[in-house]
């Protein structure tokens, strides 16, 4: 008799039949099943699908490329579901902040519901965890690199996603800010018990050795 | 290809089918070739104005000095322009009057009186000369607004300053690669907005009305003359000029597209700028080589067009409002004999005009406003071209055909004389100017945006409200503006489509023009500036950058 109950349910599956483009096949019959805290890491050269990959699991798919398969968030089937009830994050190269809201603004807008004191009290607590307090009411645009992919994370973690899409998140980084990111990432994904599938072309980045795909 | 086939076969059947309404010996075919004339003559200039005013700009920078100016140049209705122009140049003008008291010590040595107005065709003279003037300093502002559009795109001032820094380790001068990397990527963007002036130099009524030739007309004049008559024969004339208008607008519009498209084939652009057969080095790579002759006289032309475009502009809103005010003046006197208020209590009291004109401009601005966000959120990026492609079609018909088409529909609605039927045919009017402004800023917002707040669990109505919309805050402030000022400037829908029951400010400045009293016209002038000039500034301040708290030091 096998004893299940140690082994945790997973937090994202995935199983991909196809993705086409129109330009081709970019992949075929790929799957992914990660328990909380796991990060998986998607290498390959440019227009292998890595990126083709995260936007199936977002549900971001440019027009033209058709994904054949199933994804599933917490046991609940998600691909037929639009992006904002999947629970997935996002993090991109850019950090993308919204330029005309403040940096509290812009995480505030990651908790859209509850009475305003618990809405700025969480969005306060996540600026001091990634230690940028003081620059709550700055621009953005003010903000140095690593403050910006900083503000960026908290406030995809504010919006208590499941998954964590990163799709070279550190690349516009310089070498020890990059060590910095990816610990405060891999940290947030395993303190909070999310799954993480990250695509990048820095072998540096990998997290865990055994949980690598290589694409292309 | 298959629309502007279809295009050129329908306007060459409407051209037909109406060549033998027209009178065979009659002025209209010298009334087209004057139309045409001015036309290309005042497009070609105003390109050439726009594209000096440019080669002085840097890339990529928001609007400082000199561009920050063009929403009022933009706000200046032609017709007012004309008006303006017309008071200043005419033979009893402001200029004549100074002129002939400077030259006034002379008298004994000249050979004509100076205390009679010259007789010299300065306004309406048989060439269009006036009217090219008025359309070349009308449609420069329109065409720099556009290629502004353009120019401060990230995307494209980034790849062009890296292509101008190449260019320079070529030896090229700043100003010559501006010539040969900028402006030849440039002037296609500018295809469509070129297509329109060109169009609407064509077609124009108001402007060739008031100081475009008389004897004939430009063709669109005579054609709206000949629908005003109460002859049906006369009226009938005039509905096959201007399906003739028409065709050889769609004509003319078909067969540029064509030649583009042909020089395009055989490398024209390649041959003009771009690639190293076509730039070879000027120098070794890496030795700079300073302004060549021909760049340094380039550096005082964009002051001298953009300080001569600014004077004319300034002198034609002197003219307005210094007239506006004048009693009684007699030639040559420098100085009115009396100050007015006359005109101003005159329009004061023609409050329906007033206010027909405000209700009118906010209603059609605002719904044209509405429905091209609609557009633009609804349809996928990929079909923006589409919708730009088919807001340029409306903008190059002809103003009377415009008119006619609203009119014709309005009329098969039961709209015609209704105040619904006048706010909707105001609004298709606006609705194309408001798509081709918004078009760019919409393309400049990252498509990414939408993704991360979706990421965020923020529904597309969210992302709208608090991301997109407050982020394009100033384009649609602009584009409100600009809709409200198109509004203002309309006097062809109005009058067709509101059955002679309602007046506008421009509808009465029309009728003035043809003998009115000077300073009642340069009142209703000055207003059709004013209002356009209000809504402007006031997209200025809802536009204006947003303040940020400076971080707090540690």
């Given at each position: 008799m096998t004893d299940t109950s140690s082994v945790p349910p997973p937090v994202l599956q995935l199983q991909l039949r196809q993705l086409r483009a129109p330009s081709g096949l970019?992949?075929?019959?790929f799957a992914l099943s990660l328990p909380a805290g796991a990060i998986h890491t998607v290498m390959g050269p440019s227009g292998s699908g890595k990126s083709s990959l995260l936007a199936a699991l977002c549900g971001?798919?440019?027009?033209g490329i058709v994904f054949a398969g199933q994804v599933w968030v917490d046991g609940m089937r998600v691909d037929a579901w639009p992006t904002q009830r999947r629970r997935v994050g996002l993090l991109l190269?850019?950090?993308?902040?919204?330029?005309?809201?403040?940096v509290r603004e812009n995480l505030l807008f990651a908790v859209p519901s509850g009475p305003h004191a618990s809405r700025a009290q969480a969005v306060l607590q996540a600026l001091a965890e990634v230690e940028l307090l003081p620059w709550?009411?700055?621009?953005?645009?003010?903000?140095?690199g690593g403050q910006r992919a900083r503000a960026a994370l908290a406030r995809a973690l504010l919006a208590q996603p499941r998954v964590l899409l990163l799709?070279?998140?550190?690349?516009?980084?310089?070498a020890p800010l990059r060590q910095r990111m990816r610990a405060l990432v891999w940290g947030a994904v395993r303190r909070r018990g999310l799954a993480a599938v990250l695509v990048t072309?820095?072998?540096?980045?990998?997290?865990?050795?055994?949980?690598l795909s290589t694409l292309g | 290809m298959y629309a502007g086939a279809g295009v050129l076969l329908w306007a060459a059947l409407t051209g037909y089918l109406a060549w033998?309404?027209?009178?065979?010996?009659?002025?209209w075919l010298r009334a087209l070739a004057l139309a045409l004339a001015s036309g290309a003559v005042a497009t070609g200039l105003a390109l050439a104005a726009c594209a000096a005013l440019l080669s002085a700009m840097p890339l990529?920078?928001?609007?400082?000095?000199?561009?920050?100016?063009l929403p009022a140049f933009l706000a200046l209705p032609h017709m007012a322009f004309a008006l303006g122009v017309l008071l200043l140049i005419?033979?009893?003008?402001m200029l004549v009057r100074f002129l002939f008291a400077l030259l006034a010590p002379l008298q004994a040595l000249?050979?004509?009186?100076?205390?009679a107005p010259p007789?010299?065709?300065?306004?309406?003279d048989p060439w269009g000369l006036g009217l090219v003037l008025v359309l070349v300093c009308k449609e420069t502002p329109f065409l720099l607004w556009c290629a502004l559009a353009q120019w401060q795109r990230p995307d494209l001032a980034q790849r062009w300053r890296r292509e101008m820094a190449l260019a320079r380790t070529w030896g090229y001068s700043e100003r010559r690669a501006w010539w040969r990397v900028v402006w030849p990527q440039l002037v296609p963007r500018l295809g469509g907005p070129l297509l329109a002036v060109a169009m609407y130099s064509v077609s124009v009524i108001d402007v060739a009305w008031i100081i475009g030739p008389g004897a004939p007309p430009t063709l669109a004049v005579l054609a709206w003359q000949w629908l005003q008559d109460t002859n049906p024969a006369r009226r009938a004339q005039g509905l096959a000029a201007m399906a003739v208008l028409a065709a050889c607008t769609a004509v003319l519009a078909v067969l540029a597209c064509a030649a583009y498209q042909g020089w395009l084939r055989m490398g024209g652009r390649r041959h003009w700028s771009g690639g190293p057969a076509a730039m070879?080095?000027?120098?070794?790579?890496?030795r700079y080589v300073p302004h060549s002759p021909y760049s340094r006289a380039l550096t005082w032309r964009p002051r001298l067009a953009y300080r001569t475009l600014a004077a004319v502009y300034l002198a034609v809103a002197a003219a307005l409002a210094f007239s506006s005010v004048a009693g009684a003046w007699p030639f040559p006197?420098?100085?009115?004999q009396q100050w007015t208020l006359q005109a101003w209590q005159l329009v004061a009291g023609s409050s329906a005009a007033l206010g027909t004109t405000l209700w009118l401009a906010f209603a059609s601005a605002l719904s044209a406003l509405a429905l091209a966000v609609a557009l633009l959120e609804a349809?996928?990026?990929?079909?923006h071209t589409a919708l730009m492609g088919l807001a340029l079609c409306a903008l190059l018909v002809p103003a009377l055909v415009w008119a006619w088409l609203l009119q014709t529909g309005a009329l098969a609605l039961g709209l015609e004389g209704s105040v619904t039927g006048l706010w909707l045919a105001h609004t298709l009017t606006v609705w194309p100017y408001l798509v081709l402004s918004l078009q760019a800023p919409y393309a400049g917002v990252d498509g990414r945006l939408a993704a991360v707040a979706a990421s965020l669990g923020r529904s597309r109505w969210a992302f709208l409200w608090q991301v997109q919309l407050p982020l394009l805050r100033g384009a649609l402030a602009s584009a409100g503006a600009i809709g409200f000022a198109v509004s203002v400037a309309q006097f062809l829908p109005t009058l067709f489509v509101g059955g002679g029951r309602f007046s506008t400010v421009s509808t009465e400045a029309l009728a003035l023009?043809?003998?009115?009293q000077r300073s009642l016209v340069a009142a209703y002038a000055l207003l059709q500036w004013v209002l356009p000039a209000c809504a402007f500034a006031l997209a200025w301040w809802l536009g204006r950058a947003r303040r940020f708290a400076l971080p707090a030091l540690h």
């Amino acid at each position: 008799m096998t004893d299940t109950s140690s082994v945790p349910p997973p937090v994202l599956q995935l199983q991909l039949r196809q993705l086409r483009a129109p330009s081709g096949l970019l992949l075929q019959d790929f799957a992914l099943s990660l328990p909380a805290g796991a990060i998986h890491t998607v290498m390959g050269p440019s227009g292998s699908g890595k990126s083709s990959l995260l936007a199936a699991l977002c549900g971001i798919l440019e027009p033209g490329i058709v994904f054949a398969g199933q994804v599933w968030v917490d046991g609940m089937r998600v691909d037929a579901w639009p992006t904002q009830r999947r629970r997935v994050g996002l993090l991109l190269q850019d950090d993308l902040l919204f330029a005309h809201m403040t940096v509290r603004e812009n995480l505030l807008f990651a908790v859209p519901s509850g009475p305003h004191a618990s809405r700025a009290q969480a969005v306060l607590q996540a600026l001091a965890e990634v230690e940028l307090l003081p620059w709550a009411d700055a621009d953005p645009a003010t903000l140095s690199g690593g403050q910006r992919a900083r503000a960026a994370l908290a406030r995809a973690l504010l919006a208590q996603p499941r998954v964590l899409l990163l799709d070279e998140p550190f690349s516009k980084l310089d070498a020890p800010l990059r060590q910095r990111m990816r610990a405060l990432v891999w940290g947030a994904v395993r303190r909070r018990g999310l799954a993480a599938v990250l695509v990048t072309h820095d072998a540096a980045d990998v997290a865990d050795a055994q949980r690598l795909s290589t694409l292309g | 290809m298959y629309a502007g086939a279809g295009v050129l076969l329908w306007a060459a059947l409407t051209g037909y089918l109406a060549w033998p309404a027209l009178p065979a010996d009659g002025p209209w075919l010298r009334a087209l070739a004057l139309a045409l004339a001015s036309g290309a003559v005042a497009t070609g200039l105003a390109l050439a104005a726009c594209a000096a005013l440019l080669s002085a700009m840097p890339l990529g920078m928001p609007a400082r000095g000199w561009p920050r100016l063009l929403p009022a140049f933009l706000a200046l209705p032609h017709m007012a322009f004309a008006l303006g122009v017309l008071l200043l140049i005419s033979p009893s003008g402001m200029l004549v009057r100074f002129l002939f008291a400077l030259l006034a010590p002379l008298q004994a040595l000249l050979p004509w009186p100076l205390d009679a107005p010259p007789d010299w065709q300065s306004t309406q003279d048989p060439w269009g000369l006036g009217l090219v003037l008025v359309l070349v300093c009308k449609e420069t502002p329109f065409l720099l607004w556009c290629a502004l559009a353009q120019w401060q795109r990230p995307d494209l001032a980034q790849r062009w300053r890296r292509e101008m820094a190449l260019a320079r380790t070529w030896g090229y001068s700043e100003r010559r690669a501006w010539w040969r990397v900028v402006w030849p990527q440039l002037v296609p963007r500018l295809g469509g907005p070129l297509l329109a002036v060109a169009m609407y130099s064509v077609s124009v009524i108001d402007v060739a009305w008031i100081i475009g030739p008389g004897a004939p007309p430009t063709l669109a004049v005579l054609a709206w003359q000949w629908l005003q008559d109460t002859n049906p024969a006369r009226r009938a004339q005039g509905l096959a000029a201007m399906a003739v208008l028409a065709a050889c607008t769609a004509v003319l519009a078909v067969l540029a597209c064509a030649a583009y498209q042909g020089w395009l084939r055989m490398g024209g652009r390649r041959h003009w700028s771009g690639g190293p057969a076509a730039m070879p080095p000027l120098a070794p790579q890496g030795r700079y080589v300073p302004h060549s002759p021909y760049s340094r006289a380039l550096t005082w032309r964009p002051r001298l067009a953009y300080r001569t475009l600014a004077a004319v502009y300034l002198a034609v809103a002197a003219a307005l409002a210094f007239s506006s005010v004048a009693g009684a003046w007699p030639f040559p006197a420098v100085w009115p004999q009396q100050w007015t208020l006359q005109a101003w209590q005159l329009v004061a009291g023609s409050s329906a005009a007033l206010g027909t004109t405000l209700w009118l401009a906010f209603a059609s601005a605002l719904s044209a406003l509405a429905l091209a966000v609609a557009l633009l959120e609804a349809l996928p990026r990929r079909f923006h071209t589409a919708l730009m492609g088919l807001a340029l079609c409306a903008l190059l018909v002809p103003a009377l055909v415009w008119a006619w088409l609203l009119q014709t529909g309005a009329l098969a609605l039961g709209l015609e004389g209704s105040v619904t039927g006048l706010w909707l045919a105001h609004t298709l009017t606006v609705w194309p100017y408001l798509v081709l402004s918004l078009q760019a800023p919409y393309a400049g917002v990252d498509g990414r945006l939408a993704a991360v707040a979706a990421s965020l669990g923020r529904s597309r109505w969210a992302f709208l409200w608090q991301v997109q919309l407050p982020l394009l805050r100033g384009a649609l402030a602009s584009a409100g503006a600009i809709g409200f000022a198109v509004s203002v400037a309309q006097f062809l829908p109005t009058l067709f489509v509101g059955g002679g029951r309602f007046s506008t400010v421009s509808t009465e400045a029309l009728a003035l023009s043809s003998g009115g009293q000077r300073s009642l016209v340069a009142a209703y002038a000055l207003l059709q500036w004013v209002l356009p000039a209000c809504a402007f500034a006031l997209a200025w301040w809802l536009g204006r950058a947003r303040r940020f708290a400076l971080p707090a030091l540690h």
